[in-house]
C-alpha cells in the first residue's frame, strides 16, 4: 500500500525522522511568508509536473492546483538548502536482510542521471551491524544516523517495502526530509491495522485489486457487486483489463485513488463503474470520479444509485461522463464504444 507523503512523513515522525513544519488542507488557506505547496498525489514526479510549488500565496496556489483536480495539499515552511541527497531502506529479497541505499545525488533527477552510484550495505539483521561512518562519508553529509536509523524501523517495524526519502536536504540545522515515499507489504497489513484506521484507509483497497489481459477497466463497491460487474462484462462480450473493489462507505478520495489505479493500466480503453449505493453518497462519488477523470481522460460509464442519487447525476453528467440507472446499459455502451 503507497502512502501519501503526508502520511509517511507522519510515520517519520514516529520513528525519529526530521520533517519540515507542515499542515494538510483540503481547502484554499492563506498562510504567511513563503511556503512550499505541495499536491498529495500516490504517483510521484509531481516536481517535473508543477506539483510542488513553491509560493508567498498559498492560497491562490491551492485553488489553481484544485482547479486541476488535486484535492490534498501538504503546505510546508521553506527550506532553503544547499545540496540534496538521496537515502532509503527497502528489504533485499535475497537475504532477507534490509539494506540501506545512498546517493550523494538526490532529488527530481535521480532516476535519469546515470552518474549516480547506489550504495548498498546489506545488513545482517540479528546484528543489526551497519557502518553509518560509510554511508555520511560516501554522501558527504554528516549527522544521518538518525534518519538512517528511522528508515530501517520502518522496514523493520513498520513492514515497509520501501522507505525513501528523495531529497533530504542539506541545511544549516541538519538533514531535513522533504519528500517521503513509504509503500506498506500488503501482506503485512494486518500487523497494523492502527495505520489503516489512523489513515482511513482499508485492507481491501489495496489488496482487491487484480489485472487480467482485456481493455475494460472494473470498479465496483464491494467484492461481490464487483466481480458480478466482471462477470457481466465478460458474458456481454467484453474483456477486463483490470477490477477493484473500492471496498464500503466509498468517499471522494477512495473513488478518486481506485479509478487512477484501475485507469493507469495502459491496457485500460474504457472504464465501467457501478456503484450500489445505499448510505454511499453519491456527489462524494461524483466527485470523486471527476478528479480522476480529469486526470486519467479515459471514457467513464457509470451506474450509480444512492443517497444523492440527482446531485451527483448531474455532476456526472455536465462533464459529459455518462451515467445509467443499471449495469447492463452502462457495460453495453462502454463495450459498444
Ligand atoms: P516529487 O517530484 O513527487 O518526488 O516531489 P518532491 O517532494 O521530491 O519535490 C520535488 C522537488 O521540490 C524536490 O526535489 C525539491 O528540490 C523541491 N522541494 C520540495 N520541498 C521543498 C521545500 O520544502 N523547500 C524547497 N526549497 N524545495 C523543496
Ligand atoms: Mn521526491
Redesign the pocket.
Known amino acids: 500500500m503507497k502512502l501519501y507523503?503526508y502520511e509517511g512523513k507522519r510515520l517519520f515522525s514516529y520513528v525519529g525522522i526530521p520533517t519540515?513544519n507542515g499542515q494538510v488542507v483540503r481547502e484554499p488557506v492563506k498562510v504567511q511568508g513563503k511556503v512550499?505547496v505541495?499536491a498529495q498525489l500516490l504517483e510521484?514526479?509531481?516536481?517535473?509536473r508543477g506539483l510542488?510549488r513553491?509560493t508567498e500565496d498559498s492560497y491562490t496556489t491551492i485553488s489553481e492546483l484544485m482547479r486541476e483536480g488535486v484535492s490534498i495539499f501538504l503546505i510546508?515552511e521553506?527550506?532553503?538548502?544547499s545540496r540534496?541527497i538521496y537515502l532509503s531502506a527497502m528489504m533485499d529479497r535475497e537475504t532477507g536482510n534490509p539494506m540501506i541505499i545512498a546517493s550523494p545525488q538526490g532529488?527530481?533527477n535521480i532516476e535519469e542521471s546515470k552518474e549516480v552510484k547506489i550504495f548498498t550495505i546489506p545488513l545482517d539483521r540479528k546484528l543489526m551491524r551497519y557502518d553509518v561512518d560509510a554511508v555520511e562519508k560516501y554522501v558527504g553529509v554528516r549527522g544521518l544516523e538518525p534518519m538512517l536509523e528511522g528508515l530501517l524501523r520502518l522496514v523493520l517495524e513498520y513492514d515497509a517495502e520501501l522507505a525513501e526519502i528523495?531529497?533530504v536536504a542539506v541545511t544549516e540545522k541538519g538533514p531535513l526530509a522533504?519528500?517521503s515515499k513509504v509503500i506498506l507489504d500488503d501482506n503485512a497489513l494486518y500487523r497494523h491495522e492502527d495505520l489503516l484506521k489512523q489513515f482511513q484507509r482499508e485492507k481491501s483497497q489495496s489488496d482487491s485489486y487484480v489485472e487480467l489481459d482485456g481493455d475494460v477497466g472494473i470498479i465496483g463497491n464491494g467484492a461481490g457487486l464487483t466481480m458480478a460487474t466482471m462477470d457481466l462484462v465478460k458474458l456481454m462480450g467484453g474483456n477486463p483489463a483490470d477490477f477493484l473493489d473500492v471496498g464500503g462507505g466509498a468517499d471522494t478520495e477512495k473513488v478518486t485513488s481506485a479509478i487512477m489505479r484501475v485507469g493507469s493500466n495502459q491496457k485500460v480503453k474504457k472504464i465501467v463503474i457501478n456503484i450500489f449505493g445505499g448510505i454511499t453518497r453519491c456527489d462524494e462519488v461524483a466527485k470523486g470520479i471527476l478528479n480522476a477523470y480529469t486526470k486519467i481522460g479515459k471514457p467513464i460509464y457509470v451506474r450509480l444509485t444512492g443517497t444523492n442519487e440527482e446531485e451527483g447525476k448531474k455532476m456526472l453528467q455536465s462533464h459529459g461522463i455518462k451515467v445509467y440507472e443499471d449495469a447492463l446499459a452502462a457495460i453495453g455502451d462502454a463495450l459498444r464504444s
Do not use: T, W
Request: charged content about 30%; aromatic content about 4%; proline content about 13%.
Open positions: 507523503e519540515p512550499v505541495k510521484g514526479g509531481r516536481g517535473k510542488v513553491v510546508e521553506f527550506v532553503p538548502h540534496e532529488g527530481i528523495n531529497p522533504l519528500d
